[in-house]
C-alpha cells in the first residue's frame, strides 16, 4: 500500500515538470515568433542602422611658455555636447529635448543647428561647449534609455588662461567666423581658432591638425567598436619674451593702486617685451569655452571698454613726458645747447596768448637750463624751445624716437598717434598751421596723441642711444624637435643722435628721479636707504579736458581727472630695461611712478639675487600735481 502511495506522488510531480518544460518551450515558441515575425521590420531597421560614424579629435592648441619656461597658456579637458542630424529622426524633437535636458534656451539652440544647416549631415553641431558634470550625466542618462541617440558628448582640449593676467597679450579663441572660412582655405566651420592677442597673430602655429576617429555603432548612436583612430597633433609650443615675474609685477602694481590704464616694459637693446598690460581686463577663459550672450553684452556694454586695448588702441595726450623730444629736437637741429637757459616766472606770453606754468602759485621756476628744466618739468621752457623750433623739426625729432608712428607689435589692431605737422593739418584740415599751436605741442598737448606702446619704444630709442626699436613677443618656437629661436624683427630706423646731446636729456631724466623731480616715487633703494640701479624716467600729467571746461563741468566726475604718465629706462648708464606705466584719470605721474617701483624693483631683484618684492599696497596722491 505505502509503495503504491509513493508512485503515485512520483507520477505526479513528473506531470508537473513535464507540463512546465512545455509551458517554457511554449513561451520561447511565442518569443520567437513575435521577434521575428511580429516584430520583424522593428528589428531589422535596427540592424541596417548598425553603420560606421568617424568622429573628428580635436588637436590641443600649442601650450605658452614664458622667456625661462614656465607655463602661461595650457589646456584643460572639458565636455562638449554635439547633436549629430545624420542620426536624427526628428530634429525639432531632439532640439527641443536637449534644450530642456542641458538647461539651455531652446531658440539658442535652434539657432545653433540653424547657422549650421549647410554643413554634412554627418558632421556634429556642437551645441554646448565646456559642459558641466551634471549636463554630461543628465545627457548620457538618456542616451542610455534612448531619448537622445542623435546626441554625441566628447571630451576636449580648452584654453585655459591665468585668469585676467595679460589678458589682451594673449588674447582668446573661439569658434571660427564664416569670414575666416572664406578668407583660409585651411579652416573649416567648427574650427577654435584665435580670435586676439597673440591667439590670433600665431593661430596657424598654436591650431595643430585634428585627428579623427572611425567607429561602429548601432541604431541608438553606442559605440559598439573602434576601426581605426588617427591620433591629433598638438600645435607647436611658443615660448615668448614675457617674463612671468615682471608682468606678475605690473598687475599687481595696477591691482594695488586702484587705476585703469596700461603699461608696456621693454628690452631696450632689442625691442624684446619683458611685461604687457591694459586695465581693465577680462577673463579670456569665458571665451575658451563659448562665450553666452549675457557676458558678452556685458562686455561690450561696459563703460570701461574692457575689452579695448589700451597699450596699443588708447591714444592719449602725453604731457610732460613729451618734452624730451622737443628738447631732442631743439639740440639735434642746432637751434638750443644744453646750457640754453630760459627764465620761468610761472606764466609766458605768445602770440598775444598767456600760457601758464604748472608751478604758476609758487612763483615759476627761475632761472633753469635744459637739465634742470627736464627735471622740473619747466612748461614755459618747452613753450619757448618749441617756439623757437617750429612743429615740423619736433615732428622730424618725435618720429625718429617711435611717436606718432605704429610701433609695430606683433599683436592684431594696433592704432597710430599722432605728432602734428604743416604738412598734416593742411592735408586732413585743409587749414594753416598756426604758430601759436606749437606752444601747446610743446610740452605734449593739443593735437599731440600717442599711444602707450609707442611711449616703451620713445623711452627705449632714448636709453639705446637713437634705434628705434621693434617690440616683439615671439622669442622661440617648438614643432616638437626642441626650441628653435626666432629671429629678432629688425629696428624700425636708426637716428644719428650726437652722444653728448643725448646725454643731457638723459642726464635731466636721471635727476627727476634721483634729485628733485617729480618721479623720487620711482627710485629703488639699497638697504642703506640709498638709491641704487640709477632708475631715470619722467613723469607726465596730461589733461583730459582744458581748464576752462573742467572749470564749466564741475571736477568731481572721474573722466576729468587728468591722466598719469611714467615713462623710465634703467640702469642709467647701461640700460636693461625700459617702459611706460599709464594711468587713465590717474591724477598725476607721481602714481604711476610708484607702479613703475615695483616693476623695476622686481626686474633688478631677479638681476641681483635678492627675494622677489611682496605686492605693495600703494596709496595714491589725489591731489592735483605735475
Not at 582668446?172 to 569670414?179: C, F, L, P, Q
Not at 625718429?400 to 605728432?419: C, M, Y
Request: proline share 5%; glycine share 10%; aromatic share 8%.
Amino acid at each position: 500500500m505505502a509503495l503504491h502511495e509513493d508512485r503515485r506522488k512520483i507520477s505526479i510531480r513528473l506531470t508537473f515538470l513535464q507540463s512546465g518544460i512545455t509551458l517554457a518551450f511554449a513561451l520561447l515558441a511565442v518569443g520567437f515568433w513575435v521577434v521575428q515575425v511580429v516584430q520583424h521590420a522593428k528589428y531589422e531597421e535596427m540592424a541596417e542602422n548598425n553603420h560606421q560614424r568617424t568622429l573628428a579629435l580635436r588637436a590641443p592648441r600649442g601650450l605658452v611658455f614664458d622667456r625661462r619656461g614656465a607655463v602661461l597658456v595650457e589646456n584643460r579637458h572639458s565636455y562638449s555636447i554635439s547633436i549629430v542630424r545624420e542620426h536624427t529622426k526628428d530634429l525639432n524633437r531632439t532640439i527641443r529635448l536637449l534644450a530642456g535636458v542641458v538647461g539651455v534656451d531652446e531658440a539658442r539652440v535652434r539657432e545653433i543647428v540653424d547657422r549650421h544647416r549647410r554643413e554634412p549631415t554627418f558632421r556634429p553641431i556642437t551645441i554646448l561647449q565646456d559642459a558641466t558634470l551634471a549636463q554630461v550625466a543628465a545627457v548620457t542618462a538618456r542616451r542610455l534609455d534612448f531619448e537622445l541617440p542623435d546626441i554625441v558628448v566628447e571630451q576636449v582640449p580648452t584654453r585655459q588662461y591665468p585668469e585676467t593676467m595679460a589678458a589682451h597679450l594673449f588674447g582668446y579663441v573661439g569658434e571660427v567666423n564664416d569670414a575666416q572660412v572664406s578668407e583660409d582655405d585651411a579652416l573649416k566651420s567648427g574650427d577654435i581658432v584665435g580670435q586676439s592677442g597673440i591667439e590670433k597673430v600665431y593661430n596657424a602655429m598654436l591650431m595643430g591638425h585634428d585627428g579623427a576617429k572611425r567607429v561602429v555603432v548601432n541604431s541608438v548612436g553606442r559605440e559598439i567598436r573602434t576601426l581605426d583612430e588617427d591620433a591629433p597633433t598638438e600645435g607647436k609650443r611658443l615660448q615668448l619674451t614675457v617674463d612671468y615675474d615682471v608682468q606678475k609685477a605690473i598687475e599687481d602694481g595696477f591691482d594695488s593702486i586702484g587705476f585703469n590704464g596700461a603699461a608696456v616694459v621693454l628690452d631696450p637693446s632689442d625691442g624684446a617685451v619683458l611685461g604687457f598690460t591694459s586695465r581693465p581686463a577680462y577673463d579670456p577663459n569665458a571665451f575658451a569655452a563659448g562665450i553666452d550672450r549675457a557676458a558678452w553684452a556685458s562686455l561690450t556694454s561696459d563703460e570701461e571698454t574692457p575689452l579695448n586695448d589700451r597699450a596699443i588702441q588708447g591714444r592719449y595726450s602725453p604731457g610732460s613726458t613729451f618734452k624730451m623730444a622737443v628738447a631732442l629736437a631743439g639740440l639735434e637741429e642746432g637751434i638750443i645747447t644744453p646750457d640754453f637757459h630760459v627764465h620761468c616766472v610761472g606764466h609766458a606770453n605768445f602770440y598775444g596768448r598767456d600760457f601758464k606754468c604748472w608751478r604758476l602759485s609758487r612763483g615759476g621756476h627761475g632761472s633753469l637750463d635744459l637739465r634742470h628744466a627736464i627735471e622740473q618739468s619747466c612748461d614755459v621752457y618747452f613753450y619757448t624751445v618749441a617756439n623757437m623750433v617750429g612743429v615740423d623739426k619736433i615732428n622730424k625729432w618725435a618720429t625718429a624716437l617711435g611717436l606718432g608712428v605704429k610701433s609695430g607689435i606683433d599683436l592684431p589692431n594696433e592704432v597710430q598717434g599722432l605728432v602734428p605737422s604743416t604738412a598734416w593739418k593742411r592735408e586732413k584740415m585743409h587749414e594753416k598751421w598756426y604758430a601759436g599751436e606749437t606752444i601747446s605741442v610743446g610740452i605734449g598737448q593739443g593735437q599731440v596723441s600717442v599711444t602707450p606702446v609707442s611711449m616703451a619704444v620713445y623711452m627705449a630709442t632714448l636709453a639705446n642711444g637713437g634705434t628705434r626699436v621693434t617690440p616683439h613677443l615671439l622669442k622661440a618656437v617648438d614643432d616638437g624637435g626642441g626650441w628653435k629661436p626666432v629671429p629678432t624683427p629688425p629696428p624700425q630706423s636708426k637716428a644719428d643722435i650726437d652722444p653728448e646731446k643725448l646725454q643731457a636729456i638723459r642726464d635731466g631724466l636721471w635727476m627727476v628721479v634721483n634729485q628733485n623731480g617729480t618721479g623720487h616715487n620711482a627710485q629703488i633703494k639699497g638697504p642703506d636707504g640709498k638709491p641704487i640701479h640709477d632708475v631715470s624716467g619722467k613723469t607726465g600729467t596730461a589733461q583730459v579736458i582744458s581748464n576752462q571746461g573742467r572749470a564749466a563741468a564741475g571736477k568731481t566726475a572721474k573722466n576729468l581727472k587728468d591722466n598719469g604718465w611714467f615713462v623710465f629706462f634703467a640702469p642709467r648708464d647701461n640700460p636693461q630695461i625700459a617702459g611706460v606705466v599709464f594711468l587713465e584719470h590717474g591724477i598725476h605721474g607721481g602714481n604711476a611712478a610708484m607702479v613703475a617701483h615695483h616693476i623695476l624693483d622686481t626686474f633688478f631683484a631677479k638681476l641681483d639675487g635678492r627675494p622677489l618684492p611682496p605686492k605693495p599696497m600703494l596709496k595714491a596722491n589725489l591731489s592735483e600735481a605735475q
